[in-house]
């Protein structure tokens, strides 16, 4: 395995990639009670218009597919992949991004077992049309949920506002009208071309042995059988610089209102983006071995894997320019304060006056 030791908080992170392309990570916590375990396939809301595995022609999948797989993933064997982890005395969830799906687990007893469950549960999808269907109601009544949040309308909102072409301004769960329109088949199709071992990423940190963690992680998927893995081809987002909608206003019944000021920061992002898919293309690994003139071999930082560090620093002090951060937002609460007035003051301020 290899070892990543981080010197300040004096933790060692493991990684390995299994043989089907399955990047393990395993952070040992000694002393810790719980045991927290996420699995996690690049597989999210935007991810809509792709090749499907062993097809050639793109296509346009319903929108809010990802957020109704993950609903459909709990099905296991006739049961509720939560009740098998109750039954181990641990609890589960899972989560649908822009561009993520993520399952996970805590427990204080049984980890290795839960790891597997984890594993078992995500890697083998059991759905029939009924089931589908059935679900559609529960999702559906999900959405609704949503739209009377306003919370979640006035965040969603401003997301839609910044966007002119890109999918992530479309709803995580969709529309009660997509929804309805999902079938079995472009389920299966969807968790076929994504949930392959080689486009996930298991992390499991808390009270567990690396070696033993990661030989039972070996072992369980050494028993199953999967294709050899192949470029997952998805459809390049094209998104303008400037924003969609400069402001809007929704009427709702609230105690007290609510505004979003958002920013649009592309190129940060698309770098960072470029630089993650470098990174993962060099091999991933945080570590290289690097020979010096004298001949000497040492293990080195990954340029890649710096590279998005550096870009990450470059996101948080543009965030800190703005007055995004806790430090200006404490600038702007604070009139008093003898500093330059941030971007995001001189924004709030234009609201003030109008």
Same mark, same amino acid.
């Given at each position: ?14 990684? *390995? ?15 810790? /009670? ?7 396939? !690049?597989?999210?809301?935007? @991810? ?7 097809? @050639? *022609? ?19 064997? %006739?049961?509720? &992949?939560?009740? *098998? ?28 077992? +839960? ?10 999808? *059991? ?5 589908? /269907?059935?679900?559609? %109601? ?25 966007? +002119? ?19 079995? /088949?472009?389920?299966?199709? +969807? ?18 042995? &690396? @070696? ?15 294709? &050899? ?5 998805? $459809?390049?987002?094209?998104?303008? +610089? ?28 698309? @770098? ?33 894997? $710096? ?7 470059? &996101? ?23 500093? !330059? ?14």
């Amino acid at each position: 395995m290899e070892k990543l030791y981080f010197k300040t908080l004096k933790e060692t992170l493991y990684h *390995e990639t299994m043989d089907n392309g399955l990047e393990v990570f395993l952070l040992p916590k000694p002393g810790f /009670e719980k045991t927290y375990g996420l699995f996690t396939t !690049k597989f999210g809301a935007i @991810d809509t218009t792709f090749v499907p595995i062993n097809q @050639d *022609e793109m296509i346009k999948v319903e929108d809010g597919i990802a957020h109704f797989l993950e609903h459909k993933m709990f099905d296991m064997n %006739g049961s509720d &992949a939560s009740d *098998e982890f109750a039954k181990l005395g641990a609890s589960t969830n899972a989560f649908t991004s822009s561009s993520r799906t993520a399952y996970l687990f805590s427990t204080t007893t049984n980890e290795y077992p +839960c790891i597997e469950l984890l594993l078992d549960f995500v890697q083998k999808l *059991e759905i029939t049309p009924d089931s589908v /269907e059935k679900e559609k %109601g529960i999702i559906g009544q999900e959405i609704k949920m949503y739209d009377d949040d306003p919370d979640w309308r006035v965040y969603f909102g401003s997301i839609q506002n910044l966007y +002119c072409n890109h999918p992530v301004a479309v709803d995580i769960a969709g529309t009660v009208e997509t929804v309805n329109n999902t079938t079995k /088949e472009m389920l299966e199709l +969807c968790y076929n071309t994504f949930y392959h071992p080689s486009n996930m990423m298991l992390f499991v940190v808390g009270n567990i042995e &690396a @070696d033993k963690a990661i030989s039972v992680i070996k072992e369980n998927q050494a028993k199953k059988d999967f294709k &050899a893995a192949k470029e997952i081809v998805c $459809q390049k987002n094209i998104e303008p +610089c400037n924003i969609k909608t400069k402001e809007e206003i929704l009427t709702m019944d609230v105690e007290m209102n609510k505004i979003i000021v958002s920013i649009k920061i592309n190129e940060i992002l698309n @770098d960072l983006y470029f630089a993650r898919g470098e990174f993962k293309a060099a091999g991933g690994g945080f570590v290289v071995e690097f020979t010096n003139k004298n001949g000497s071999t040492n293990l080195v930082k990954n340029p890649h894997y $710096q590279v998005i560090a550096d870009l990450s620093d470059r &996101a948080l002090k543009y965030l800190n320019e703005l007055g995004l951060t806790p430090t200006g937002l404490k600038k702007i609460r604070d009139k008093k304060a003898k500093t !330059k007035t941030s971007k995001l003051d001189s924004i709030l301020s234009n609201f003030d006056e109008e």
